[in-house]
């Protein structure tokens, strides 16, 4: 059973997230233009919805080519249900006061992200375009997103709707308060150490508070004649994890990788072959069994977490209760706005208006 990681996963909706607003700090979008509320500094050449949905469908596109092309299934279960929510948070983060972002920057941005890996997007390192302009609002002050700070971020912590603007998160920041890194530069945020680090690249070293790059998986080697007491080490070398069906594989990550998670890829005890995972709806079965994984559509969460099967709970409207642990969940870019507890939030589900931070 799929459950969600601080690294890699906000990964799909990150960088939008920060600059543009599609799923807040923690997941998934920035000099003073005009900095009124309302107008946001927009070039009028360029419509507010035209901009942000043309941004939509890019993102939208790469989200799903950087799932196997079962990426839009799983967040939104439909390309019209993820572009329609990702450009109406993107029209209400631009009427933000005091932000630096445009229809023009959008549409740059929107521009830009064809010619973005996937490692590049599941790892944070989004284009320039993309990266928030500055706003106006100092440091200290209220802010709902990074593009309405001088620092170019805005730290909103796990379960609140509004934050403060900061410096910019580098390599060794703490994330513990948002439990993400600014969706820029490549930064992810450790869970074993609330701390922002660089991913390490194919053949570098890794272990729990070093993880490897996208698309990599780290392999701990046994030697042949170690014994069958003898235990994984706890570090090993960043390597491609298996990224198709039938490519060799081990679970655990021992001796030979594991197949990539992102790709919706299993890998099969028995026949150490990376498998293709099956998908559920809302309500269905989920979790594994002898027909391989099941991972749960529609942003749905397979509940009870931790358990081998079980259950596809369907998200939470918004307005509703949520429970980020144990489900419901919200569709983002709604949130579950409410209080910490042990590592998850309980709250409501809230579609964020920075316009609403003071």
């Known amino acids: 059973m799929r459950t969600l990681v601080w690294i890699g996963l906000g990964t799909l909706c990150a960088s939008f997230a920060i600059a543009f607003g599609c799923g807040g700090s923690s997941t998934s979008d920035d000099s003073s233009a005009a900095g009124d509320a309302g107008d946001g500094g927009n070039d009028s050449s360029i419509p507010n919805n035209q901009a942000c949905a043309d941004l939509a469908k890019a993102r939208c596109a790469e989200i799903d080519k950087c799932g ?3 990426g839009v299934l799983v967040r939104y279960g439909d ?3 993820c572009e329609s929510r990702l450009t109406a948070q993107c029209v209400t983060n631009l009427a933000a006061p005091n932000t630096g972002a445009s ?15 996937c490692a590049s997007f599941l790892g944070n390192d989004q284009p320039d375009p993309c990266v928030p302009p500055a706003g106006s609002v100092a440091n200290g002050a209220a802010c709902g997103v990074s593009a309405q700070c001088q620092s ?13 603007c900061a410096a910019a998160p580098v390599a060794g920041s703490s994330c513990a308060a948002s439990r993400e890194c600014g969706g820029r530069g490549g930064l992810i945020c450790v869970r074993a150490t ?4 660089i991913a390490a690249a194919q053949s570098a070293p890794c272990d729990d508070t070093q993880p490897c790059a996208a698309g990599l998986d780290c392999v701990r080697t046994i030697a042949p004649d ?10 090993g ?3 491609p994890a298996g990224a198709s069906v039938g490519a060799a594989c081990r679970a655990g990550s021992v001796n030979e990788p594991a197949c990539d998670k992102a790709l919706y890829l299993t890998c099969e005890r ?10 559920a709806a809302p309500g269905a079965a989920c979790g594994e069994s002898d027909a391989g994984t099941t991972d749960c559509t529609s942003g749905s969460l397979c509940a009870p977490p931790g358990d081998k099967t079980g259950t596809c709970l369907a998200t939470a409207a918004e307005g509703a209760a949520c429970d980020t642990t144990n489900g419901p969940t919200c569709l983002a870019p709604a949130r579950c706005i409410g209080t910490s507890v042990d590592g998850g939030v309980t709250g409501t589900c809230t579609l964020a208006d920075p316009s609403t931070c003071r």
């Open 152 to 164: 170019t971020y805005c730290l909103v912590p796990t379960g609140s709707a509004c934050g403060t």
């Open 270 to 279: 028995k026949t150490r072959q990376c498998t293709a995972d099956l998908f």
């Open 79 to 81: 390309e019209t249900t």
């Open 68 to 70: 196997g092309g079962h």
């Open 194 to 197: 609330t701390t922002c680090v």
């Open 103 to 117: 229809s023009s920057t959008v549409e740059a941005c929107a521009q830009s992200i064809s010619t973005e890996d």
């Open 237 to 239: 070398i960043c390597q």
């Open 226 to 235: 170690a014994g069958a007491d003898a235990g994984a080490p706890s570090n």
